[in-house]
């Protein structure tokens, strides 16, 4: 399995900007569909965004197209989400994902996906 370590999570005010990155060791990165959901408290896993093996497509759930940019780099192993004009309800841990499936194919991510230990965001008003 692909090991996954997040970073760069804090605290950001709405409006500001903040920048998540995942790094990817143990196979090789670029055979993964890369994703990243969140977990808010009392709330269930959802999705976020998630990326081509290539980094040619992208997917995003609608409450962040538009403000939310996914992005990799297959040389260093890197996934990254660009977060920009964050709202208080994007609140919540984040966590990188690794599948061998489609692009838009989120069960099978969340039953056989390799993840992350999370990254707090926290967006105050």
């Known amino acids: 399995q ?6 760069g999570g804090g605290l950001v005010q709405a409006g500001g900007s903040l920048r998540l990155s995942c790094a ?19 709330k269930e896993r959802e999705f976020v965004a998630a990326i081509t093996r290539s980094g040619l497509g992208a997917y ?3 409450s ?12 260093k192993n890197t996934l990254s989400l660009q977060m920009n004009s964050p709202k208080p ?14 692009l838009a194919n989120m069960d099978y991510a969340i ?4 993840w992350g230990q999370g990254t707090q965001v926290t967006v105050s008003s």
């Open 2 to 7: 692909v090991q996954l370590v997040e970073s």
């Open 24 to 42: 990817a060791s143990g196979r090789t990165f670029s055979d993964y569909t890369m994703g990243w959901f969140r977990q808010a408290p009392g």
């Open 60 to 62: 995003y759930t609608d």
């Open 64 to 75: 962040v197209k538009g403000r939310f940019t996914i992005s990799r780099d297959n040389a």
């Open 89 to 102: 309800e994007d609140t919540a841990v984040y966590y990188c994902n690794a599948h061998t499936g489609g």
């Open 111 to 114: 039953r056989f996906g390799s």
